[in-house]
């Protein structure tokens, strides 16, 4: 079993939806959590990071961190064709393995005009 | 202001073979890390350097090396290739001890071994 799963989907909406991205982890040392965007072609773009638990938004785009569920959450609001991409989740511990990110294994989205 | 390059962007090799990856970081950064990503998968954390030296590896053989330069560009080499190293290789960077907080990635490096 991978430390960090993520429904690759392919998940489809319709311009102007709230899109909910999910990753469930098992490793509970992770305390530093991230989100990238990866485009076709492209490196992943870190979109959010978070440390420990807790909510953090910037923009349309909000991260929610439960740890005690090891339930980590994007949320983006208004979704527009550009955001047609697959987001990956990331995890690290922290300490000695700062630097080492384990990432799941993306959902790929795509917003319809 | 350039973000990650590396080169070559596409790679083709044979079973057996070396290759070497070049990766230059992003301004002001000093930490590079390297990831291999399978089609369809996430990335996976081969190894990082500081300082030009290992800091941390992932589970990879030894047949995976780097090295960093004072300059803070690093190489990525695998000897012996397999059909099972086919991947977009990553090189991504972030300010020292800045990486639980997000690298910058470069576009990668795309390796076909035949």
């Known amino acids: 079993q991978k430390e960090v799963e993520q429904d690759p989907g392919p998940l489809s909406v319709p311009e102007g939806a709230i899109v909910s991205l999910n990753c469930t982890y098992s490793n509970s040392a992770f305390q530093y959590f991230m989100w990238y965007r990866q485009y076709s072609r492209k490196g992943p773009e870190l979109l959010m990071y978070?440390?420990?638990?807790g909510n953090k938004e910037d923009g349309r785009f909000t991260a929610q961190v439960d740890k005690s569920s090891k339930y980590i959450s994007l949320f983006i609001r208004d979704s527009q064709p550009s955001d047609s991409a697959t987001y990956l989740c990331?995890?690290?511990?922290?300490?000695?393995?700062?630097?080492?990110?384990?990432f799941g294994d993306g959902t790929t989205l795509t917003v319809k005009p | 202001d350039a973000g990650v390059t590396q080169s070559p962007t596409h790679l083709i090799k044979t079973r057996g073979q070396q290759v070497t990856l070049r990766c230059s970081p992003k301004?002001?950064?000093?930490?590079v890390s390297w990831y291999q990503q399978a089609l369809g998968q996430g990335p996976q954390f081969i190894f990082q350097?500081?300082?030009?030296?290992?800091?941390q590896r992932g589970n990879f053989p030894d047949r995976f090396s780097g090295h960093q330069f004072p300059n803070y560009s690093s190489e990525l080499n695998v000897n012996a290739l397999l059909l099972g190293d086919s991947a977009l290789y990553l090189c991504a960077s972030s300010p020292a001890l800045w990486g639980n907080y997000g690298y910058t990635f470069g576009s990668g490096t795309r390796l076909t071994v035949v």
């Open positions: 350097y500081y300082e030009e030296e290992e800091r």
């Open positions: 990331a995890m690290s511990a922290g300490g000695t393995n700062a630097g080492k990110s384990t």
């Open positions: 301004s002001g950064h000093d930490t």
């Open positions: 978070t440390y420990s638990s």
